[in-house]
């Protein structure tokens, strides 16, 4: 299995592999009426992370899926990115999960099945270190190696976080640092030099759990988790939904070690090109660096939350207790000429 190299079997890595924002708006149109239902919280209509059902009892029941194509070449990392990945949703709407089931893809005559049971096995992994079951799944025989779960929440309605609920005047802070999509484009090139690698992978394994506990925080408005679309992507559909601007302070965005130095070397992923075409005009003029980093498509990425000013330092205690050394990056604004800007 040392032989296998996971990412040569796929055409896209990661949450790189995403449909890009303007296309899938295009996909998701509908001619149909819409239904409406009451005990639905949270639906499709504000793109959020989970969808959120009313149990009538004061919490609700999250429901979220996420899967995609290798990032790396290790099937049992993989495993854990891809679960790592799909869990961050509940997080991120202030949830705790209960259960998975897994989503499972498999080119049966080109990959053998125990390299497909390490990519399981390390989802099992995850599953355990979030203590919770890995309780079943749907495999199909696929052109190209697909993992990722299906996940089931819970959330105390007066803590559910939504990605359209920001003010203006907030902080704006993000909890994992960005250059994900250029690690993993300059490892999928084979340009990465050894050791590289890990930072990024340390990252993308680690649970966005600190997210349930911010969301206990009065302080925290908003919350959503930083993948495909990148920064400004995400970003943008808090503002977008929130009715409001924001400035991103570009110097004080965390980056992983030498991503400058790989994307002076032009490792840098389709899906950044593909974020800026479809919201490129929402944002204010950026440089080369600024819109290649900003735009990256992230992998199992941090958390992006709002914290209205007052609540920065009981925030920062709370993140403190995962480890995270957090300052804001940036703030949200009465929306302007642009939908966010970049200084």
């Not at 992994?125 to 779960?149: K, M, N, Y």
């Not at 105390?156 to 994992?176: H, V």
């Amino acid at each position: 299995m040392d032989s296998i190299k996971l990412t040569e079997y796929s055409h896209g890595a990661g949450c790189g592999c995403k449909i890009s924002p303007m296309l899938l708006e295009e996909i998701l149109k509908s001619s149909r009426p819409a239904v409406h239902y009451p005990n639905l919280l949270v639906g499709n209509d504000s793109r959020d992370d989970a969808a959120a059902f009313d149990l009538g009892d004061g919490t609700s029941v999250l429901s979220t899926t996420d899967f995609f194509m290798p990032i790396v070449d290790d099937p049992f990392t993989f495993g854990k990115i891809a679960a790592t990945n799909a869990l961050s949703d509940i997080y991120a709407m202030g949830g705790r999960p209960l259960m998975a089931i897994s989503i499972f893809g498999w080119p049966i005559e080109k990959l053998p099945p125990e390299v497909g049971r390490e990519v399981i096995e390390g989802g099992r992994a995850v599953c355990e270190e979030a203590a919770i079951p890995l309780a079943g799944g749907h495999s199909i025989d696929s052109p190209e190696p697909i993992f990722g779960l299906a996940v089931t929440g819970r959330v105390k309605n007066s803590n559910l976080m939504r990605n359209d609920t920001a003010e203006a005047g907030c902080y704006i802070y993000l909890t994992k640092p960005l250059g994900i999509g250029i690690l993993s484009t300059a490892q999928k090139q084979k340009r990465i030099a050894p050791g590289d690698i890990d930072p990024a992978i340390e990252a993308m394994t680690t649970l966005n759990r600190a997210g349930a506990d911010f969301a206990e925080l009065d302080s925290v408005m908003a919350m959503t988790d930083v993948t495909g679309f990148g920064l400004l992507g995400h970003l943008a559909e808090i503002c977008e939904g929130s009715g409001i601007g924001a400035v991103v302070e570009f110097e004080k965005v965390p980056l992983l070690p030498n991503v400058e130095k790989y994307r002076q070397m032009g490792c840098i992923p389709g899906g950044a090109r593909k974020n800026f075409k479809s919201y490129g005009r929402k944002i204010s003029e950026m440089s080369q660096r600024q819109r290649e980093i900003l735009c990256d498509a992230q992998t199992s990425g941090g958390l992006l939350v709002v914290v209205k000013k007052g609540g920065e330092k009981e925030f920062e205690e709370v993140a403190e207790r995962y480890g995270l050394d957090l300052e804001p990056i940036g703030y949200t604004t009465e929306i302007g000429t642009k939908l966010i800007g970049v200084v």
